[in-house]
């Protein structure tokens, strides 16, 4: 079973940084996009960034020039490094990735979407 497993929320105040980690770990045959979500109460789950496999990224305009979403292929890793935070990012970010994965027969032919259990960031003075 493929599982993300997220790290690095927390508390900081506004204008500080922090920087997100979601592993992947299971039965991986191939990694292919991993993102960023982010939602708040009685919202809808917005993306956040997302990086291709091939290391393309895509980000929401209210943080474009202030995140940065990389990732380790090798590791199967995602980051997600938030700077000159404001209150308005505090919510719960979650983690998702696109993960072809072995079976008891050998390799599924297709992806499957995977979500990490979330992780809380309070931006607040």
């Known amino acids: 079973q493929v599982q993300l497993v997220e790290s690095g929320g927390g508390s900081v105040q506004p204008g500080g940084s922090l920087r997100l980690s979601c592993a992947a770990s299971g039965r991986i045959v191939s990694v292919y996009a991993m993102g960023w979500y982010r939602q708040a109460p009685g919202k809808q789950r917005e993306l956040v960034a997302v990086?291709?496999?091939?290391?393309?990224?895509n980000y929401t305009d209210s943080v474009k020039g202030r995140f940065t979403i990389s990732r380790d292929n090798t590791k199967n890793t995602v980051y997600l490094q938030m700077n000159r935070l404001i209150p308005e990012d505090t919510t719960v970010y979650y983690c998702?990735?696109?993960?072809?994965?072995?079976?008891?027969?050998?390799?599924?032919?297709?992806?499957?979407?995977?979500w990490g259990q979330g992780t809380q960031v309070t931006v607040s003075s």
């Open positions: 998702n990735a696109d993960i072809s994965e072995y079976d008891g027969s050998g390799p599924k032919g297709y992806a499957s979407e995977y």
């Open positions: 990086i291709r496999s091939a290391g393309r990224t």
